[in-house]
């Protein structure tokens, strides 16, 4: 079965970083997108990256500059790479993955509704 686990959450200050890692396992797609959402409390959710199999990536446009997203297909990893963080950064986020060509086109847009499989979640706080 195909399962999607995130890492990597956890508490820091304003300006600070942290890296949020996503584990794939029994996933054997030749297309797909893989995306970063988040979720605050009272809001609705969030893309914040997505990256497709040939690498292509997109960002929403609060992260830009801040964000990297990248694969390691080797290892069946997803990382979100976070920098000069932000209150407004804290959220629970979500790994989640959409696959075959259409999943992956509605993907990269950050279409939630598209997106086959998602993690558990994992928390980050940014206090100011």
């Known amino acids: 079965a195909q399962q999607l686990a995130e890492s990597g959450g956890g508490s820091v200050q304003s300006g600070g970083s942290l890296t949020l890692s996503c584990k794939r396992s029994g996933f054997h797609y030749s297309d797909y997108c893989m995306a970063w959402f988040r979720q605050a409390p009272g809001k609705e959710r969030e893309g914040v990256a997505a990256?497709?199999?040939?690498?292509?990536?997109n960002y929403t446009d609060s992260v830009k500059g801040r964000f990297t997203i990248r694969q390691d297909n080797a290892n069946n990893i997803v990382v979100l790479e976070m920098t000069d963080l932000r209150p407004e950064d804290t959220a629970m986020y979500y790994c989640?993955?959409?696959?075959?060509?259409?999943?992956?086109?509605?993907?990269?847009?950050?279409?939630?509704?598209?997106?086959?499989?998602w993690g558990q979640g994992t928390q980050v706080t940014v206090s100011s």
């Open positions: 990256i497709n199999e040939g690498g292509s990536t």
């Open positions: 989640a993955a959409a696959v075959g060509l259409w999943g992956r086109w509605y993907g990269m847009h950050f279409s939630a509704d598209d997106f086959n499989y």
